[in-house]
């Protein structure tokens, strides 16, 4: 394929798989992150010809004018964006106690309304061309009470965003859909992963495969949902979390007495 993708949150764990993956595709990527000298590192360590396809671009998906004149610096630079993948996010406050009125307005506006400008710096541009793809990165956390409640609430609202979407935009031909993580290795673990080594294989029973995502095993599935391949698949929530979201495994234990 050659398309022009654009990829948010672009220097993280996720961000970096997302664009790798789109490049080896043949795809050319907008690469936007508030920490510009991290996609500038990214740009670095590719080799030609995925490098040339790269465009590095600097902003803060909170900030929506920013967004918007980053978006259109791309496009004026590489063409329109016929796939957006909004997968810059974080979270703060670990729990309701933990959480203030200042750190509840970071985790929405940077997870929420980032992916809301995100969306909004291509939409216009995808109905007038009336085709594109919009992969949303949602989270678990959407889907269940698993912590950091201002981050959950936020991206169970991109859920509903992401149909609202699928439904207001299928007749212009674009496609919309959310992946939604479970626990993934990136560099965000690094610090729990020194105090704690185990803490994967800990995590790990949680999950009926036993083992966690990657960053790979995430982009994958976004990739798959921007292709041609999942032309009439829109408005899904597709975890992507080794089976935690089929049940609790280990609750289930208990309840029925016999182990699985």
Known sequence: MSRVVLVTGASGGIGRALCKRFLEAGDTVLALDRAGEGVQQLAAELSDPLAARLEPLAADVSDQAAVTAA????????????????NAGGALGTTLAHTDAASWRRDIDLNLNGTYYTVEAVRASMIE???GALVLIGSVNGLSALGHPAYSAAKAGLVSYTKALAM??????????????GTVKTP????????????????SKWYPLGDVATPEDIADAVQFLASPQARV?????????AGLMAGNRMMANELTLDPF
């Open 168 to 181: 207001e935009l299928g007749p212009h031909g674009i496609r919309a859909n959310i992946v939604c993580p």
């Open 233 to 241: 698949i829109t408005g899904v929530a597709l975890p992507v979390d």
């Open 71 to 86: 978006v259109a610096r791309g496009v004026a630079a590489r063409g329109p964006v016929e796939v957006a993948v909004a």
């Open 129 to 131: 061309r009336r085709r």
């Open 188 to 203: 965000a673990w690094r610090a729990r992963v020194e105090q704690h080594p185990k803490i994967f294989e800990e995590l």
